[in-house]
């Protein structure tokens, strides 16, 4: 069965300071990783999208990194702030143009980031 | 739109009782697509339209849950006879592309609980 495993579950860091996010999949075949930022009482918004090929991937303070032979992923927050708070989900999608209902979506990581 | 409406953005509803999700998705987006989202849980997929294609059923957890898109446009998902574990935040997404994950949108979702 695909899964995509996150961690930790949750995570409290202070304000200003760095955290790294993890994703660990068995989806294959693999085609592409998103990661995405979800508020509290929102809908996910797309941070980066990543496919086999490509090791990194930034957008602001956020930079995600990719490695298909181990099949992990990262997503690593410069500097947080306040607004950071909010849940991390890593999405994979088996295939190029696969159908809707091959997504495979983490639980999530639980930031907070407090004063 | 200018993004995907949902609503009511919450529903509470007594055990047994029908309730209808609307999904309002950006004009323009072909696809719409349902998720849900319990406690703890990763998104899993309930059903996908694509333009005037036969939608993916193949998410929808039991025959109590239906959903239909009219018009190309706006989505209803229906629960009929409403169960506790069928509370969960409804989302709803859309994308301009046919399949795979490119360009969706979240909506903000619908949080349904059943008491």
């Known amino acids: 069965k695909n899964q995509v495993e996150q961690s930790p579950q949750s995570l409290i860091i202070l304000e200003g300071k760095n955290c790294t996010l993890q994703c660990n999949y068995t989806v294959s075949p693999f085609s592409n990783l998103r990661w995405y930022k979800q508020d509290t009482g929102r809908g996910p918004v797309s941070l980066t999208i990543m496919t086999f090929s490509e090791n990194t991937k930034s957008n602001g303070r956020y930079t995600a990194t990719l490695d298909a032979d181990t099949k992990q992923s990262s997503l690593h927050i410069t500097a947080s702030q306040l607004s950071d708070s909010a849940s991390y989900i890593c999405?994979?999608?088996?295939?190029?143009?696969?159908?809707?209902?091959?997504?495979?979506f983490g639980t999530g990581t639980r930031l907070q980031v407090t004063l | 739109g200018a993004g995907v409406s949902q609503s009511p953005s919450n529903k509470v509803t007594e055990k047994g009782k029908d309730v209808e999700l609307r999904c309002d998705p950006i004009s323009g987006h072909t696809a719409l697509y349902w998720y849900r989202q319990s406690l703890g849980q990763g998104l899993e997929f309930l059903i996908y339209?694509?333009?005037?294609?036969?939608?993916?059923k193949s998410g929808l957890p039991s025959d109590r849950f239906s959903a239909e898109r009219t018009g190309g446009s706006v989505s209803t998902l229906t629960i009929q006879r409403t169960q506790q574990e069928d509370s969960a935040v409804y989302l709803c997404?859309?994308?301009?592309?046919?399949?795979?994950?490119?360009?969706?949108?979240f909506g903000s979702g619908t949080r349904l609980t059943v008491v």
């Open positions: 999405v994979v999608s088996p295939v190029r143009a696969g159908t809707a209902s091959k997504l495979t």
């Open positions: 339209f694509q333009g005037n294609s036969a939608p993916d």
């Open positions: 997404a859309s994308s301009s592309y046919g399949t795979g994950p490119y360009g969706y949108t």
